[in-house]
Structure formats: structure tokens, C-alpha cells
């Protein structure tokens, strides 16, 4: 997981007081989500705004109570939490040690400098409560985001969020494995997200718990699914992918595999690398498989993370074999493939009418790294078909060669591409007959896709600098 800039805690308030300094309407907002937590709350203030009188007034006498003075040190005394609206760094200062000298957690309205946390924004569907903070840098984007989750998150969404609270125990006592209560919850999910406008009953609970004893042995079972990771920005990632991620127990995972895809990870499940590089080092593929089957022999959901499309030179159908072989459930979730999200980048099609007739790809090495000795060299010269050549840079001289001797044309368009659709994406754009010699003077490493063909022409006459295009895409 990346650098956190705040760690998002939930904090059970209720029944426990919390001081409040002040009674400006900024404080009135505090006291009213804290009054919402079940907190009692102590207002210190010699008088109250408007907005404040009326959050105190609509209130249970029992859950608030106004001080009409100036805050003390000794009113932080049994206190969980302390609130501050303060005029000025000197009283921030003062009421922020005052609050820490009794190891009371603080916040001060507005001035990030003297809090211990911050409040962010707040989705509620309580008992599912989703909160959001920038760390106090954008609050008007923390806004933005709010509003994106309020509109995704149905208001029925509560009902199933009380009910999986009330529920927990008598699915705990059903009688079900642990991997049978998993299997529960999975389908609870899915029920709860196809009826958000629906209240659950006790009749959902009771056919639950009996389809997920109709399974038997099978919800004890382990699976595995392949998924196609993408090429690697996260934001091309599959929805269906997303939901493998946050459902595995194991994640198997190679090198081209981008560390902002295993942030959607469920973050209980255990990481692998099991990475293979090529012609470089590699974990050798019997160990992949018997990793992979071992562990969903034990009833884990074994998710396998590949770069790209998991179908497409990914070394897929062995790993669908092995499973099939050890009696083994597998699913497979394809992505976004290189040569997709390469050409996204370029802004070109891979295939056009009138022009391209044929969409190839072809591997640049066989299993002992060298250049395979059985390509259709003729079908690579067609200059109506666009070609692109996974794993290519050590046998690119020979490649170019061989294709150009079979009649390709050494002026036609070419581009190479490292780290398609990341942040670190670099190109050089050339004639194939020159994109070797490009390559080497380019420094150009990395995971790199070569694409050749006629539907290049448009990018390769505007030449369009990287970063350029990174922030066009950056901006759509």
C-alpha cells in the first residue's frame, strides 16, 4: 500500500463525551455529526450563534449540555474527544495542549496545524459510513468526490448494511464452515447490490444459508481466476476484475503488475510475486502452477494477476490445464490488452476500412529467447495488416530482418512503446527498417509492445511528444 496522508479510523462515540469550544456555526456542525455518533457532548461558549442554538435545541437534554463560559483544563477530565473553534493561533495553541496534556485526541475548526484528526467528508448509510478527506488540501474536491459516492451508493444500501449486522450472529450459529459463512456474505453482496430499493427479511436469511447449504462440499472448494490486470493504469482495469481483487484470499501476481492495480486488492488477502521476465529470471511456470493449484486445494480463491490480457501470450491455457487437471474451479476475466492501450495512447486505430484488413500479434521470442523459427514471415510483410510484436527488444535486429527480406517495407511506420498507459510510458517513433538502431540510441527498457503498420501514419507525422499526450489523456 502507498503513503497514507491520514489514517481513516472509526471511532465508536457512543455513550462517551466529547468537548466542544465554542459556539460559532462551524462548531454547531461538529456538535450536530457528533450528537449523530451517539456522543454526549459538553459545549463550552459564552454564547451560541444561531446555528448552534438550533442543534441544541432539537437535541436530547441528556446528549448535550451548554456551559454558557469559557472552556477550563479541567473540563477535558473523562473526555474522548475535544472540538475547538478558535480566533486565533495563540488560543488554538493554548486549547490544543490543554486537550493533549489529558490524552484527549483534538481538533481545532480550520487550523489543520493543531489537529490530532480531521473530520473529511461523510457518506452515510449507516451502519455503512464511508468518509473521505484530502488532508485539508482540497475541501471543495473532497466535496466533488461525496457527491460522486452519494450518487453511487443507494439509500437502501442501510437497510442491508442493519441487516448484515443483526444477522452475523445467526449466521455464525447456522452450522455453515467458515468457507460456507464466506460464501454467504459473497451472496449476500450480490443480493443486497441487485435490490438496494428492497428491505431485507428474515426470508432472505433463511434461503441464504440453505443455497449455501445446497452447495455441500462445493462452498468448501477453492477456485482459481485468471485476470487480465491491463496494461497498467488502474483506471483500466475491469469492473469484474475489481471484483475478483476484493474477493481473493491469494493474489499471484507478475512483475508487470502495477502496484496501483494491487491497491484494489482486498487487503486481507496474502501477495505472491511469481513474477517471470522473459529471457531474465524467471519463477519457472510448474512452480506457478503447483503454487497455484496447492492453494486452492487448502479452499482459497487463488486469483492469478496478469499484465495485459491474461489470453493473449500470457501463458494462460497452461495454467487453465493445470487446474483442470487437479479437479480445480477456474474463471477467467480478460483485460485490456498492450496493444490496446498502446494504441489508446498513440490515438490510433488498429484497424481501419480501406486501408487494414488484418489485426496480427506475434510473439518477438520463442521459450529458449531467441527469435522463433516458425513465424508466417509473409503475413508479417502484408502492408494491409497492422502487427504488434509482444516481448520483442533482443531479437528486434533479427525480426526486422527477416520481414524486410519477405517483402516488408523498411519505410513503414513503426513505434515502439515501454510502459504503455503508466505514468512512466516512453516511445520512440520510427521507420521499422530504423527502429532498432532508434531503440538502442533511445535507451528504451522496460515491458516494450512494437506495433507496425499503415494506421501509424497520422501519429507519426504529428510526432506527438509524450508528455503531451499524457496530459491530454490526463484531461479527457
Known amino acids: 500500500m502507498g503513503a497514507l496522508a491520514r489514517l481513516p479510523v472509526f471511532f465508536a462515540l457512543s455513550g462517551r463525551r466529547a468537548l466542544v469550544a465554542g459556539g460559532t456555526a462551524g462548531a454547531a456542525w461538529k456538535v450536530e455529526l457528533l450528537l449523530a455518533a451517539g456522543a454526549h457532548v459538553a459545549v463550552y461558549a459564552a454564547e451560541l450563534s444561531e446555528e448552534m442554538q438550533a442543534v441544541i435545541g432539537v437535541a436530547s437534554p441528556d446528549t448535550v449540555a451548554w456551559h454558557a463560559r469559557a472552556w477550563q483544563a479541567g473540563d477535558f477530565a473523562g473526555t474522548t474527544l475535544a472540538v475547538g473553534a478558535c480566533n486565533n493561533d495563540d488560543d488554538a495553541a493554548r486549547f490544543a495542549a490543554a486537550a493533549r496534556a489529558t490524552g484527549t485526541p483534538v481538533n481545532v475548526i480550520d487550523k489543520p496545524d493543531y489537529c490530532d484528526f480531521s473530520f473529511g467528508s461523510i457518506v452515510n448509510r449507516s451502519p455503512l459510513v464511508v468518509g473521505i478527506s484530502t488532508d485539508g488540501a482540497a475541501p471543495v474536491f473532497a466535496q466533488a468526490v461525496r457527491a460522486k459516492i452519494e450518487a453511487a451508493l443507494p439509500h437502501g444500501f442501510a437497510a442491508w448494511a442493519a441487516a448484515a449486522r443483526a444477522w452475523r450472529a445467526r449466521v455464525k450459529e447456522s452450522g455453515l464452515s467458515f468457507a460456507g459463512r464466506r460464501k454467504f456474505w459473497q451472496l449476500f453482496a450480490g443480493l443486497a447490490i441487485g435490490n438496494p430499493g428492497r428491505t431485507p427479511t428474515d426470508d432472505d436469511l433463511t434461503s441464504l444459508i440453505h443455497n449455501v447449504g445446497r452447495l455441500g462440499p462445493a462452498a468448501d472448494a477453492g477456485s482459481v481466476t485468471l485476470v487480465g490486470a491491463g496494461p497498467g493504469d488502474p483506471e483500466l482495469l475491469t469492473l469484474r476484475a475489481v471484483r475478483a481483487l476484493q474477493t481473493a484470499d491469494v493474489i499471484l501476481f507478475d512483475d508487470l503488475v502495477s502496484g496501483e492495480v494491487l491497491d484494489f486488492a482486498r487487503r486481507e488477502a496474502r501477495k505472491i510475486l511469481v513474477g517471470k521476465q522473459g529471457h531474465g529470471p524467471s519463477c519457472k511456470q510448474s512452480d506457478v502452477n503447483d503454487i497455484m493449484v496447492s492453494l486452492a486445494r487448502q479452499g482459497r480463491h487463488v486469483v492469478r494477476l496478469k499484465g495485459g490480457d491474461p489470453l493473449i501470450f500470457g501463458r494462460a491455457g497452461e495454467e487453465i490445464a493445470a487446474c483442470h487437471q487437479a479437479g480445480i474451479s477456474v474463471d477467467i476475466v480478460p483485460g485490456v490488452s498492450a496493444v490496446q492501450g498502446a494504441a489508446s495512447r498513440l490515438g490510433v ?21 531467441e527469435l522463433p523459427d516458425d513465424i508466417d514471415w509473409r503475413s508479417i510483410a502484408d502492408g494491409a495488416a497492422t502487427t504488434a510484436i509482444y516481448m520483442p527488444v ?32 516512453r516511445r520512440v517513433m520510427s521507420a521499422i527498417g530504423a527502429l532498432h538502431d532508434d531503440i538502442v540510441k533511445a535507451q528504451l527498457t522496460g515491458p516494450v509492445l512494437v506495433i507496425v503498420g499503415r494506421v501509424l501514419e497520422p501519429a507519426v507525422a504529428s510526432q506527438v511528444d509524450v508528455g503531451e499526450a499524457l496530459v491530454r489523456a490526463a484531461l479527457r
Open 349 to 369: 486505430s488498429l484497424t481501419g476500412r480501406g486501408q487494414v484488413r488484418r489485426l496480427q500479434l506475434v510473439t518477438g521470442h520463442a521459450a529458449n529467447g
Open 394 to 425: 533482443k531479437t528486434l535486429a533479427a525480426f526486422v530482418s527477416r520481414a524486410i527480406a519477405a517483402g516488408l517495407d523498411a519505410g513503414m511506420p513503426a513505434v515502439a512503446i515501454a510502459n504503455a498507459t503508466r505514468p512512466s510510458e
